[in-house]
Each structure stands twice: as C-alpha cells, then as structure tokens.
C-alpha cells in the first residue's frame, strides 16, 4: 500500500522540461479506503477544536475557490471605495506539494492535537513509502520517498493544509488569502509609500518562514498589483533582496484580476475560451444529434460561465455583452438555426438560463447561504441581517452597505444584498438550497 505510481501530467510551456509535468500520483484503492476513513475523523477533529485558520479555502467542506476569491475581491472593492491603495502579492510556491519535511509536518501535527496512535499512523503513512514513474510502456525503477506528500492521494491535501496553516500567523499586519499552497498577502492603506514600506518588512518575515519550512518561493512567477492606481506612482517590492514583478493582470485561482478590478481581462479570457468550444460545435453539428450537441454545450462552454461567475459577472454590460452573444450563438448552432433568428425560444426548450439570469442565480444562491448562516466565516460576515426591536416587515432582509464607486457597486456585498432583499419571501423561506434553486 506505499508503493506508487507516479504519471507525470503536462501544464504548460516546453514539454523538455520536466518541471512543467505535475507528479500525480496512483495509489492501490484499499489504500484510499483507509485514507478517506482516517480524512473523515482528522476533518471532525479540526472542526471541533477550529485548528485551522480562516483564510484557508483549500479542501475544506462549504469552502472553494470561488469563496476565495469572494473574499480578496471584497476586501479590493472595499479599499477602492475608501480611496486606499491595495497592494496584493502572489506568492508562487515551487513544488509545494512534493518538498515537505517529514519530521517537520508530524511536529505541527503534534502542536495541534493530533497525538499517540493518530500521530503514529499519520508516522506510519508517510514513512517508507516508494515511487516509480510510469510514462506510456516505460516504468522506472522503484526509490524511496523522504519529503513531500502524495498528490492524487485522499490525506496528502489535509496534511499539507495543516502544514501551511501557521503561515497566516507569520504578519500581523499583512492579510491573507490561501488555497492550499496558492497564497496571496495583501495590505492597503491611504499613503502608497507607507504601504509599500510595510509589506517589504513584512515579506522579509514571510520569507523566514519559508526557509525555515523549506519551502521554495518561485520569484520567476512571484508577482503583484496594485490596485487603485489613479495617480502614477513608483513602487517597489523586494524579496531576498529581488524586485519582485510588478503586473497589470494576473491569474489567481483561475480568474484574472486587472488593476482597477473591471473583469475586462477574465471576460476576453473567458470569450476566447467559449469561442474555441463554438468552433468544436460547429464542426460537429452534422455528425450529432440534439442531445450530444446540448450535451457538448454543458461540458465546454457552460463551466467557464458558471466559475465564480458571482464575482465578476455583475461588471459592466458593456464587458459581458459579448459572452451573450456567444451563448446565443452556441444555441443557434445546436438548433441549426439561422445567424439572425430569436433565440427566447431557444432558451425556453432547452432549459437553459440566459446570461444576465444566471448572474442572479449564482448571486442569489450565496446570498441564500449567508441567510442561513453556512457561508465560511469571513465570506459570512460580509453580510449583515436588519435587527430591530420593533415588529417591523422585512426582518428577513439584509442591510444595504453604502458604496461610492461601481466598482463596490457591483461586488457581491452590496449587489447580492439588492437582489436578495428584492425578492419574494417564499423563495427565502426555501427549507433547503435546492428547493430554492428550483423554485427561483
């Protein structure tokens, strides 16, 4: 059961380079049983005892990628509406995964609690283990593991979020926002050089703590924004004595944040990647019938709407105008229709939710889950309930937070508490999200 096999899959940029493979890795499945079994109790035991902090999203139920973002992005909206200026670094961590020191992580498990046979079996689990690599046909001969753990594994993602969790404990000026190894460290204040001068003194701090944990900052893809660049400004970020990069857009968490937070670069990605899955449609629209068309629609172009389409889809209509006309295309073609017909119709007999509707319904899905309290905490206290001491309509509502620019405007804090106050209350009073997603 610690022997594995280790199928080496392609990310980007040149296939020569076997650092632009991930190591994923094919465990025997007795082996995930008695994982998922420890996982289950090891998951109860950090609920219990709130082990882990926050800022963590990663592998953990009622969290995802989308609450992370929700939350850095509030945090933006929120510094640009008070005319702060936010700095956010993004930390790219090499081989996060594969370098963890052994004796290291069974230490901090120790610290949190997880101690006699539990310590020992976590020991036992990642002690004398072996790996080979398989490519094709050819397989590689067997070696032992000493560092890292096992990425496709059940355990190995919880055991790394354990590790990585003090890292938030590092500065106790800077904010953080994880998912497992992908980090971002943020601050925000009303002058820049004040700003930046505190997040070189902290990074200083930050990286201490990687070299202690052995972990390697990849400073190559290390980079930062600053957000709320009204006024030209010269700013500059050192680690270990190296300027880190300086970026008007960068991707975190798969969606591409700008410096003034418009979701202009996230849309012209997402088009070109929906563009791409018209043109595989087009292709095939005579080789298939109605249902592998639709089918081929749900699985290429409807998940880059759907991802964290609560965050960036409330930005300006002019932006998201040509995604419309892409599902609309997309529609077109699967009912071999002509370029100029009516697509309501359409979108009525394929059950199929128009652009703009969607937007409300993922907002209104996140905005039923803060009324009733099961978003994380720091997404949960975005969203404040209206209290009175009188018997007043409309307790059930939330309180509108003031805003002065669109681009508060438009985040969830402010728009979902509109549309969510807007609505009927027998959709609010929905006993579960899916019977509320039904009914709206």
Known sequence: MKITKVVPLFKSGDKQSFTNYRPVSLLPQFSKILEKVF?????????????????QYGFR??????MAVMDLVDKISSAIDNKNYFI???????????????SRLLLKLHRYGIRGVAHQWVNSYLRNRKQFVQINNAKSELKDIYYGVPQGSVLGPKLFILFINDLVNVSNLLGTVLFADDTTLFYSGLNIHEVTQVINSELIKVKKWFDINRLS?????????LFNNKRSCDVSLMIDGMEIQRVKETKFLGVMFDESLTWKSHVGYIKGKIAKA??????????LNLSGLLTLYHSLIEPYLFYCLEIWGATCKTFTQPLIILQKRALRIINNSNYRDHTNQL???YKILK???????????????ANTSNLPTNIQKMFHKRVSGYMLKGTDVFEKPRFRTKVRECNISVNGVRLWNAINKEFKESTT??????MY
């Open 347 to 349: 979108f009525i007999r």
């Open 61 to 66: 139920t009622k969290h995802s990628t989308a």
């Open 433 to 438: 999200l899916a019977i509320f997603k039904k």
């Open 278 to 287: 018209i043109g595989v449609l087009y292709r095939v629209k005579f080789l």
């Open 217 to 225: 900052l990849n400073l190559n893809k290390t980079n930062y924004i």
């Open 355 to 369: 652009f703009p509707d969607l937007v409300e319904w993922k907002i209104l899905q996140i905005m039923y889950r």
């Open 39 to 55: 996982a289950l109790r090891l998951d109860k035991f950090i609920d219990e005892n709130s082990i882990l902090n926050h800022e």
């Open 88 to 102: 956010s670094v993004f930390i790219d961590l090499k081989k996060a995964f594969d370098v963890i020191d052994h």
